[in-house]
Nanobody, 116 residues
Framework: QVRLVESGGGLVQPGGSLRLSCAASGFTFSSYRMSWYRQVPGKERDLVAFISPSGGSTNYADSVKGRFTISREDAKNTAYLQMNSLKPEDTAVYYC?????????WGQGTQVTVSS
């Protein structure tokens, strides 16, 4: 059974940091590209960042470049999103995605709220 479980969301003040985790099971994690998306009510789900299966390639949305870092630890079947210098506009539900071949799996999401 495939599972992606996000954790690490919460309420943080502007300028603060959070680290999201995505724990995977039920598939060959190391062979999948891992991504983080985010969504606010009434809007589409947007790509935030992705990392290649090898971890050698990453890509970020312009809005988070220089502030967010995606990483993976294949030995733990876990992907991470380190978020620094958070802004109110980063408030959203953050979703983890695993993609490989024709397969694409999603987690249930974790809420991130940036507010004073």
């Amino acid at each position: 059974q495939v599972r992606l479980v996000e954790s690490g969301g919460g309420l943080v003040q502007p300028g603060g940091s959070l680290r999201l985790s995505c724990a995977a099971s039920g598939f060959t994690f190391s062979s999948y590209r891992m991504s983080w998306y985010r969504q606010v009510p009434g809007k589409e789900r947007d790509l935030v960042a992705f990392i290649s299966p090898s971890g050698g390639s990453t890509n970020y949305a312009d809005s988070v470049k220089g502030r967010f870092t995606i990483s993976r630890e294949d030995a733990k079947n876990t992907a991470y999103l380190q978020m620094n210098s958070l802004k109110p506009e980063d408030t959203a539900v953050y979703y983890c995605n695993a993609r490989g071949g024709f397969a694409s799996f999603w987690g249930q999401g974790t809420q991130v709220t940036v507010s004073s």
